[in-house]
């Protein structure tokens, strides 16, 4: 019994830490410090020589060393996340495994009375339920670790492509002039690119993920419960999404109008498009929520991505480019 014992628990550990992988993933044609090195130069070009060259030419270069920069980062980060993966299987279940079946044969071989075999048992089943579920665990949350780094990477590589170049009109784009995206800036924006995918990165990100989903859900519920208008106007006066009071008007006078979607700070950006927005969601001069319009904007809120409320979206201050598009969509005159 002590014998069959001992030889289960060896077996068990042995069988599970052989599943893991012996590598992080399919072998490359190409080494990445061979590419790594390869790609070096056109993402540090010579200082001297870079401003030398004209505008044009150095808009060129800075999109040649901002995509040459990516690509090493992109080359890290999928073997950084292959071994992060591997590290998990390794070190995880199999290995806590082992140790308690490897200690618990130890315990049981000297032993003499079945009560201490029992024991030493009972400690092994323990520990490796203890262990799933510790393991379990973290493994879990390094994969959703994973997922908001490679949801951080895809947004800034987003971000990054959109500076890089200008859209003039619908058919026509040209490379962002470097005087308006100059070298250090493309320099900061890739740095940025690989924070994203760093753990320290993604737990940031993952806190923001989860804040507006909650938030979100928390809308959703409200615009399906009873009195919807009343009750994110009570929310919103109570904690308002820019930081303002809540209870300014677009011209300073009018009747109050109920409901956070036309709610407005007295203090607008600068742009434009953020008064004209703000008429046409309220029937103007009465003031009156128009629903078919803002339920617009929130369809374009939610085909754009935009983490915001058609509130938010038509005070001004952020997504000033999406806003002036928003509103030559419709034709808002």
């Given at each position: 019994m002590r014998a069959g014992i001992v030889a289960g628990c060896i077996a068990l550990a042995l069988l599970v830490s052989g599943c893991t992988s012996n590598q992080p993933g399919p072998r490359r044609a190409f080494l990445i410090t061979d590419d790594i090195e390869w790609t070096k130069p056109l993402g540090a070009p010579e200082l001297a020589t870079f401003y030398n060259l004209s505008p044009e030419q150095q808009a060129n270069l800075r999109n040649q060393v901002l995509t040459a920069r990516m690509y090493m980062a992109d080359l890290e980060y999928h073997y950084y996340e292959a071994r992060l993966t591997k590290e998990m299987?390794?070190?995880?279940?199999?290995?806590?495994?082992?140790?308690?079946?490897?200690?618990?044969?130890?315990?049981?071989?000297?032993?003499?009375?079945?009560?201490?075999?029992?024991?030493?048992?009972?400690?092994?089943?323990?520990?490796?339920?203890?262990?799933?579920?510790?393991?379990?665990?973290?493994?879990?949350?390094?994969?959703?670790?994973?997922?908001?780094?490679?949801?951080?990477?895809?947004?800034?590589?987003?971000?990054?492509?959109?500076?890089?170049?200008?859209?003039?009109?619908?058919?026509?784009?040209?490379?962002?002039?470097?005087?308006?995206?100059?070298?250090?800036?493309?320099?900061?924006?890739?740095?940025?690119?690989?924070?994203?995918?760093?753990?320290s990165s993604a737990l940031v990100g993952l806190s923001r993920t989860l804040a507006n989903a909650d938030r979100n859900a928390d809308q959703a519920k409200d615009k399906s419960g009873p009195n919807p208008i009343t009750v994110s106007n009570v929310k919103?006066?109570?904690?308002?999404?820019?930081?303002?009071?809540?209870?300014?008007?677009?011209?300073?006078?009018?009747?109050?109008?109920?409901?956070?979607?036309?709610?407005?700070?007295?203090?607008?950006?600068?742009?434009?498009?953020?008064?004209?927005?703000?008429?046409?969601m309220r029937d103007l001069p009465n003031g009156k929520v128009n629903r078919a319009h803002v339920d617009l904007v929130e369809k374009f809120i939610e085909r754009e991505h935009l983490n915001t409320s058609p509130t938010s979206f038509a005070k001004g201050g952020q997504f000033a480019s999406k806003r002036a598009q928003f509103v030559r969509e419709q034709n808002i005159p």
């Amino acid at each position: 019994m002590r014998a069959g014992i001992v030889a289960g628990c060896i077996a068990l550990a042995l069988l599970v830490s052989g599943c893991t992988s012996n590598q992080p993933g399919p072998r490359r044609a190409f080494l990445i410090t061979d590419d790594i090195e390869w790609t070096k130069p056109l993402g540090a070009p010579e200082l001297a020589t870079f401003y030398n060259l004209s505008p044009e030419q150095q808009a060129n270069l800075r999109n040649q060393v901002l995509t040459a920069r990516m690509y090493m980062a992109d080359l890290e980060y999928h073997y950084y996340e292959a071994r992060l993966t591997k590290e998990m299987q390794e070190e995880g279940l199999a290995a806590t495994l082992a140790s308690l079946g490897l200690t618990t044969a130890a315990t049981l071989v000297p032993s003499v009375a079945t009560k201490s075999i029992l024991s030493g048992t009972a400690t092994a089943v323990i520990g490796a339920d203890k262990a799933y579920t510790e393991k379990q665990l973290l493994s879990n949350t390094m994969q959703a670790l994973q997922t908001q780094m490679r949801a951080d990477r895809k947004t800034q590589a987003g971000t990054i492509y959109a500076k890089m170049f200008r859209d003039i009109s619908s058919t026509t784009r040209i490379i962002t002039p470097i005087a308006d995206y100059t070298l250090p800036m493309a320099l900061s924006d890739a740095d940025a690119y690989y924070q994203a995918g760093t753990i320290s990165s993604a737990l940031v990100g993952l806190s923001r993920t989860l804040a507006n989903a909650d938030r979100n859900a928390d809308q959703a519920k409200d615009k399906s419960g009873p009195n919807p208008i009343t009750v994110s106007n009570v929310k919103e006066t109570a904690a308002p999404s820019n930081g303002g009071s809540g209870a300014g008007m677009l011209h300073g006078s009018g009747p109050s109008v109920s409901g956070p979607v036309v709610r407005s700070e007295t203090v607008f950006g600068s742009d434009s498009f953020t008064v004209k927005l703000m008429a046409w969601m309220r029937d103007l001069p009465n003031g009156k929520v128009n629903r078919a319009h803002v339920d617009l904007v929130e369809k374009f809120i939610e085909r754009e991505h935009l983490n915001t409320s058609p509130t938010s979206f038509a005070k001004g201050g952020q997504f000033a480019s999406k806003r002036a598009q928003f509103v030559r969509e419709q034709n808002i005159p």
